[in-house]
Every structure is written in C-alpha cells, then in structure tokens.
T-cell receptor, first 112, second 113 residues
Framework: SQQGEEDPQALSIQEGENATMNCSYKTSINNLQWYRQNSGRGLVHLIL?????REKHSGRLRVTLDTSKKSSSLLITASRAADTASYFCATDETGTASKLTFGTGTRLQVTL | KAGVTQTPRYLIKTRGQQVTLSCSPISGHRSVSWYQQTPGQGLQFLFEYFSETQRNKGNFPGRFSGRQFSNSRSEMNVSTLELGDSALYLC????????????FGSGTQLSVL
C-alpha cells in the first residue's frame, strides 16, 4: 500500500525556475527520503531527513519535514533540463530502511 | 565500486509460466530488498533478505518468493504468472538495512502476455 501522496502529480517549469513538490504521509516515521527516477530506470537517492529534523539541504535541494502535519516538501532551485525525472518520497516507519513506503510521485518536466 | 546489478533487463513470459530474476548487491552490502513498480499501484515493497534470511515481507501472494545466497546475491521467483504481474521489478541494497539510503539497480521489466 502507498502511504505517501504527492502533489502535484506533474509539474512543468522552465530552466532556471524553482520546483517544489509536496508529500503527505499517514503514520509515524523514523525518516523520510526522496528519490529520483529517470524514465523506466532505477531510483537514485537524493536526501534523507530524520524525524527529529525540520530542514535539510544538499546542493540545490532543500527538504523540509513537518511531523505534526505529516508532510514534507522538496525544493529544487535553479532547475536544469537534466532534472527532468519523477520524484518520489519514501517513508521508513520501522527503522528498517529497506522496507520503505513510497509515495505516488511527481513527474517534473524542465524545459529550455 | 560496482553498483547494484539486475539481470535480465527485459523479460517476456506468458501466463502460467514462472520466472526468476537476479540481483547482485553492492560489494559489502548484506541487505537486499525487492520492489514492484506498476503504473496503477506504484512502488510496492515485496520482501527483504539479510544474511540469507527473509527479514521483512510485503503484502504479496505466496507466488512471489525469494532467496539470498551466502555472497548476498538474491533471486526472486514468481510462479504461475498472471497478466497483472507485468511490472518493473527493482532490487535495492544497503549495508544492513537500518536507517540507510537504498541503492537501486536498473530493474527488470517483466511483461506477461
């Protein structure tokens, strides 16, 4: 079953703009992770934020976590065409990181 | 360091057949987990193996099974294939599967006709 609902389902922006994706989940978590998937390929880990953290940065990525609202957001600044991909949030409910519950994903299209 | 390797990349089977997919984790990783990805259900956890033992299991029927060898390589098997089993099957590895990021392979695209 999917725990996370992501919005928007699809997002189209121009290169240089910022992209924001949101994720909501249902149960208590140990951490929340964001992954990226290029068309039909494997997922690549982007960033992990633990339940006791509120914000985390990695390069052009900024993730926030609000456990009271059971929500997270991923901000990609100064988007590039190469950022075109699907982005998924994934929650770790049990501390067993290998058993993640993935959201529905946001498909991001960055045009020149 | 080589990444997670999944074979084969593509597979076409017919209903009723069985299939075996293979996954070689990153060297030193002992946890291997499997996920099914479909357009309708998204990404769903199948099971996880650690040190040759199934440690976690998702909500899939018994037709889906797996195993792990002493070198941490893993296989998953689907018996009596159904049309709905058509999916991208992804394998991921971590050192010990606790509070860590997953390293995914490129997946095996299974089509059941």
């Amino acid at each position: 079953s999917q725990q996370g609902e992501e919005d928007p389902q699809a997002l189209s922006i121009q290169e240089g703009e910022n992209a924001t994706m949101n994720c909501s989940y249902k149960t208590s978590i140990n951490n929340l992770q964001w992954y990226r998937q290029n068309s039909g390929r494997g997922l690549v880990h982007l960033i992990l934020i633990r339940s006791n953290e509120r914000e985390k940065h990695s390069g052009r990525l900024r993730v926030t976590l609000d456990t009271s609202k059971k929500s997270s957001s991923l901000l990609i600044t100064a988007s590039r065409a190469a950022d075109t991909a699907s982005y998924f949030c994934a929650t770790d409910e049990t501390g067993t990181a290998s058993k993640l519950t993935f959201g529905t994903g946001t498909r991001l299209q960055v045009t020149l | 360091k080589a990444g997670v390797t999944q074979t084969p990349r593509y597979l076409i089977k017919t209903r009723g057949q069985q299939v075996t997919l293979s996954c070689s984790p990153i060297s030193g990783h002992r946890s291997v987990s499997w996920y099914q990805q479909t357009p309708g259900q998204g990404l769903q956890f199948l099971f996880e193996y650690f040190s040759e033992t199934q440690r976690n299991k998702g909500n899939f029927p018994g037709r889906f099974s797996g195993r792990q060898f002493s070198n941490s390589r893993s296989e998953m098997n689907v018996s009596t294939l159904e049309l709905g089993d058509s999916a991208l099957y992804l394998c991921a590895s971590t050192r010990d599967g606790n509070n860590e990021k997953l390293f995914f392979g490129s997946g095996t695209q299974l089509s059941v006709l």
